[in-house]
């Protein structure tokens, strides 16, 4: 239902134009998050529910606070659950291997290269990508502990980033010999080491939120 648009055909007036004038006169008010989330009702494109869930469930008293309170609310969810996302694409790309992949093209595998430079790099990510993970089981975690994360994130990333450079030529089909945390042997894809946009948007995002935490 909610996956079809509100109106079928051209939406009648006055209520095209009532919805055209919240949407323009929005922006960097405390209505941004309504205005967006009515457009997505009205076209059929819902906003992701489990963030339309969270924003349900805020606390009477930041409802009854006024549409500032609200609004302050919502950026703080929004902005964590950006976190949350990126993070979870992160895990995602590092999750450990038990066994490496076939190169491109061929049945052998892939030739594995040791590089220490990589591996206390992508330690290093690993390491502070579980740091975040505690820290986002708690309901407010101090911003202080935020910092320290993001700042060991970008040291990771630094480090990953100088990597590449010096392996410009690395073929995708290479895997990489890495220590884990738990130190046994992980296979990680080289195309995580050649596309460090995840890192980056994980970066980007606890960036954004930052500021929001008390």
């Known amino acids: 239902m909610f996956a079809t648009e509100l109106w079928h055909g051209a939406v009648p007036e006055p ?11 929005a922006p960097e008010t ?21 963030l339309q ?23 703080e969810i929004q902005a964590r659950w950006e976190v949350e996302k990126a993070l979870s ?10 066994s490496a992949r076939h190169g491109i093209g061929g049945n052998n595998p892939p030739k594995s290269i040791e590089d220490e430079r990589l591996s206390d790099a992508l330690t290093l990510i690993w390491e ?13 975690p101090a911003r202080e502990w935020i910092e320290a994360i993001l700042g ?27 220590g884990s945390t738990k ?3 992980a296979i990680v894809d080289a195309y995580i080491a050649k596309h460090p946009e ?5 970066i980007e995002a606890i960036e954004r939120w930052l500021p929001l935490l008390s």
């Open 198 to 202: 995840k890192i980056e948007a994980l």
């Open 53 to 75: 869930r969270r924003v349900a469930l805020t606390g009477n008293s930041i409802w009854n606070a006024g549409p500032e309170a609200v609004a302050e609310e919502i950026a």
């Open 128 to 140: 502070t990508t579980d740091d975040l993970s505690t820290a986002l089981e708690e309901e407010s």
């Open 183 to 185: 130190g046994t042997t």
């Open 152 to 178: 060991k994130l970008k040291a990771g990333l630094f480090g990953l980033l100088k990597w590449c450079v010096g392996k410009a030529n690395l073929g995708v089909g290479t895997a990489v010999v890495a």
């Open 89 to 98: 694409d992160i895990k995602g790309s590092l999750t450990v291997r038990t």
């Open 15 to 25: 209520y095209a134009s009532l919805s055209q004038r919240f949407s323009e006169n």
């Open 30 to 50: 405390p209505w941004e998050f309504w205005a967006e989330w009515y457009e997505g009702m009205l076209k059929g494109e819902p906003l992701d529910w489990e």
